[in-house]
């Protein structure tokens, strides 16, 4: 089925541990996101793409890093893992002309 | 900086009750405007859009929503709620480089 994959769906962390959160997506959108989903917060924009070879920071960039490897995928990394960074991690697509995200099923962090 | 609010946390409805979710807006220029819904460990789903014309948009599952400029507001509405509309749902406002910023979400509960 077209859509957005996440992997992993599910990790536990040590705080100081670094890992990379992947996403892609087939339905051959320009621009991907990432948010983190956290009770009474909604979701939060950590970083986008707004095409191949461009990345700009969100609303909460700190301790995050992105790569988008080409057009389909579009990598989040955390570089030193902290308890605060434990939260839902949504990615997203969306097309040109289009304005609706079509979103992976989350991958859900626990950082102890 | 554009945003939405969503007064409540929770609305609780019995089954076959009208269901209310609201939303208010605060943008510059015209408001584009989504809701999306979550169910339980699932990534959130499109359900409706607002750009322009009419200001009551119909979606999907049969949910509807009334645009009201004068009140700033994008209330989600459903007049016969089923058990099965249970979930988690985000009003959004989209900025004009297509991110999306949410709401806090509110969770919505049919009591048979």
């Known amino acids: 089925n077209a859509g957005v994959t996440q992997t992993p769906k599910f990790q536990v962390l040590k705080t100081g541990q670094s890992m990379t959160l992947q996403c892609a997506q087939d339905?051959?959108?320009?621009?991907m996101y990432w948010y983190r989903q956290d009770p009474g917060m909604g979701l939060r924009l950590i970083y986008y793409?707004?095409?191949?070879?461009?990345?700009d920071k969100g609303e909460v960039p700190n301790g995050y890093n992105v790569s988008r490897l080409n057009k389909r995928e579009f990598s989040l990394r955390l570089e030193s893992a902290a308890p605060s960074q434990t939260s839902v991690y949504f990615c997203?697509?969306?097309?040109?002309?289009?304005?609706?995200?079509?979103f992976g099923s989350g991958t859900r962090l626990t950082v102890v | 900086a554009q945003s939405v609010a969503q007064p409540e946390d929770q609305v609780n409805v019995a089954e076959g009750n009208p269901l209310t979710v609201k939303c208010t807006y605060s943008?510059?220029?015209?408001?584009?405007l989504f809701w999306y819904v979550q169910y339980p460990n699932r990534g959130l789903q499109f359900l409706l859009k607002?750009?322009?014309?009419?200001?009551l948009v119909k979606g999907s599952y049969g949910f509807e929503a009334e645009f009201n400029k004068s009140q700033t507001s994008f209330h989600l509405k459903k007049p016969s709620a089923l058990v099965s509309d249970s979930a988690l749902y985000f009003c959004?406002?989209?900025?004009?480089?297509?991110?999306?910023?949410f709401g806090a979400g509110t969770t919505v509960t049919v009591r048979a």
């Open positions: 607002y750009i322009t014309g009419d200001n």
């Open positions: 339905m051959n959108h320009n621009s």
């Open positions: 793409s707004a095409s191949e070879g461009t990345t």
């Open positions: 943008v510059s220029g015209n408001p584009y």
């Open positions: 959004a406002v989209r900025d004009r480089v297509y991110k999306l910023s």
């Open positions: 997203a697509s969306s097309g040109t002309g289009n304005p609706n995200y079509t």
